[in-house]
């Protein structure tokens, strides 16, 4: 029987055994790739599908459990505007699901929760959920293997402090324990989140008094597990790093465990495993005791080749209990890149949640939520997103050197949070045009400027993150300066920072510039002549920003007549900055009460491109 009318049959089959109908889809062959070390990393075999692809909606941020009773799998997931929670069920181990159906709906039929979290199982057909309409939070619990379901008051943590919870609770023998966070203080005046954590024993109606863990400063999302020694295993979100918060978007987040050795009344310092851009934990520990931690990574990996944002799913395992895990022979589950370019392409592409377990063949089902389809053709709209699936199994048996370098390095470090993924893949990568970028570490540029926030070197091209500096004095300058002569005929600069380009002060952009060469030592002569009114983000956004240039970059594009230099300068004589500023207290995007002076204006620079001369 040939492959396609073999796939009508069983799809059939399927349909005819339970209501409602599945949307057929059939697992692909993917190689699962296992890093060993600096040597080339080891194939493994795999399966995945887009389980969602033939809904016909945007779905996002899965939640999955096994329910062993039946053999059954169930996710709860986020779809529509505004957000609702629906399910789809398996009963073959993940290749075909039941079309979406609302988690509750009222008495007419229409669906009346918004979006779910911490989709739990509690045994015997007993499952729950948590929903939150602003501060006002209720659980929700299901006898009949989430078939039905009943809304119950979820007792608040804290008189005034929302306590949100996002990741599964963990059943821990006759108890339950919720873990979460609360937001203290105002995040751009140095606020954090709080990890806190609170136990029931009658599965979810009553809870002990919630504790903030001293240890858990810092960290927001928490998921628990416990290891095969006995010890309770945490791994943690932290709140991104102070240098990545202008950047509004939450990519930049990393990860770290913590241990507890007396059940959960305290707990170890965290020991962060990623500085930057990987989180979204999950915990499965396997028969043998090995714990693995499924995550997703939102930055950390180059741009494509060709100048695609990347994202991915990975997995990492500990053999001894949660105390180390290793790094250097990591699992990369997943990974795509986007299908736009530009100052948002990373936000429209990124991967959200990652929801492990274990099937009873030994093999592991990682779920996730990804966007490799997503194509935002105009401002707001609802990009398609869907529900990826990987069935995998852990490495148990294969040989792998005994390389730590990774393990080894420090937290915060490239080593640990890049990967270059376009080398993992066999990707050389390619310039614009055909040219030599050489404003780059590896071209040996060095970078100065006038007063800034970070490192100057942060205008420097980097593909593994978002480039943003800020020059925080009016005037502004910042030189770049190679160690030989170049030989240069284009300048791009990008400017400003449009995520938020509607912040009273504006996106920062430079409006009055020059554009210099050094002819000879300290002596600066212009390569354009000086720019006057140079555009806002919000002009190219109005005029040029079309769903046929969406594509196009905001930039400053500079061409001349080739000249060798040993360093280029830019200086900044006005910014878009307006000075406006939120008074103290105020909310922060009032634009009144404060008007920062001329000479305390700042420009926002997000990366400055010097290209060579072809010979």
Not at 85 to 111: E, F, I, N, Q
Not at 180 to 196: L, M, P
Not at 378 to 388: C, K
Not at 496 to 505: F, M, W
Request: proline fraction near 8%; include cysteine; glycine fraction near 8%.
């Amino acid at each position: 029987m040939g492959d396609a009318r073999h796939s009508k049959v069983l799809c059939l089959a399927v349909a005819l055994a339970f209501q409602p109908p599945p949307v057929c889809a059939q697992w692909k062959p993917q190689e699962i790739r296992q890093l060993n070390g600096q040597a080339k990393p080891i194939a493994l075999p795999g399966r995945a599908q887009l389980a969602s692809q033939d809904w016909g909606r945007s779905v996002q941020m899965p939640y999955l459990i096994h329910m062993p009773e039946k053999n059954e799998l169930l996710m709860l997931f986020l779809s529509e505007r505004p957000t609702r929670a629906l399910l789809s069920r398996s009963r073959d181990g993940g290749a075909t699901w039941s079309s979406p159906a609302y988690m509750h709906v009222d008495a007419s039929g229409k669906p009346d929760t918004p979006g779910a979290t911490s989709l739990t199982y509690l045994g015997a057909g007993k499952a729950m959920l948590t929903i939150s309409e602003g501060t006002t939070d209720w659980n929700w619990f299901s006898g009949d293997f989430g078939h039905t379901w009943r809304q119950a008051p979820r007792p608040p943590a804290f008189p005034k402090q929302h306590f949100i919870t996002w990741d599964p609770l963990y059943l821990d023998g006759s108890r339950l324990i919720e873990t979460g966070y609360v937001s203290i203080g105002d995040w751009e005046a140095g606020g954090y989140s709080q990890g806190v954590i609170r136990f029931s024993t009658d599965n979810g109606i009553t809870w002990s008094a919630t504790t903030m863990v001293p240890q858990w400063k810092g960290w927001n999302e928490i998921t628990v597990t416990r290891a095969r020694n006995g010890d309770l295993i945490a791994a943690c979100r932290s709140d991104s790093p102070r240098r990545f918060r202008k950047l509004v978007y939450d990519n930049y987040s990393g990860m770290g465990t913590s241990i507890s050795k007396d059940d959960g009344r305290t707990w170890s310092d965290i020991k962060p495993l990623f500085d930057w851009g990987h989180h979204h934990p999950s915990f499965v520990v396997l028969p043998g005791g090995e714990i693995v931690i499924t995550y997703v990574v939102r930055r950390g990996y180059p741009t494509s080749p060709d100048g695609f944002p990347q994202m991915g799913v990975e997995a990492v395992v500990s053999r001894d209990h949660g105390q180390t895990w290793d790094l250097d022979h990591r699992y990369i589950l997943a990974t795509w890149k986007g299908q736009v370019k530009g100052a948002d392409a990373a936000y429209i592409a990124q991967v959200q949640s990652s929801s492990s377990v274990l099937l009873p063949d030994g093999s592991l089902l990682t779920s996730y939520g990804g966007a490799q389809r997503a194509v935002r053709t105009t401002p707001g709209a609802s990009d398609p997103r869907d529900l990826g699936l990987v069935n995998w199994r852990v490495n148990l048996t294969g040989a792998l050197n005994a390389d730590r370098a990774i393990a080894n390095a420090p937290f915060d470090s490239d080593l640990r949070n890049r990967l270059d993924l376009n080398r993992v893949n066999g990707w050389t990568a390619a310039s614009p045009g055909g040219k030599k970028n050489i404003a780059t570490r590896e071209e040996g540029a060095q970078v100065a400027a006038s007063a800034t926030d970070l490192s100057p070197d942060r205008v420097l091209r980097d593909d593994h993150v978002t480039n943003l500096l800020t020059l925080r004095t009016m005037p502004a300058w910042v030189e770049l300066r190679w160690s030989k002569p170049r030989r240069i005929d284009e300048i791009r600069i990008h400017p400003g920072a449009p995520a938020i380009s509607k912040q009273p002060s504006t996106e920062c952009v430079p409006l009055d510039y020059r554009l210099q060469y050094e002819k000879s030592r300290r002596q600066w002569v212009d390569l354009i002549p000086p720019v006057r009114n140079a555009p806002r983000y919000r002009d190219f956004d109005a005029k040029q920003r079309h769903p046929d240039t969406l594509e196009k970059q905001f930039e400053y594009v500079h061409t001349f007549a080739p000249v060798r230099t040993k360093a280029i300068r830019l200086a900044i004589t006005r910014s878009s900055d307006e000075g406006r500023r939120a008074a103290p207290g105020a909310p922060k995007q009032d634009p009144g009460g404060v008007t920062a002076p001329e000479a305390a204006r700042e420009t926002i620079l997000r990366e400055i491109q010097v290209f060579e001369a072809p010979k």
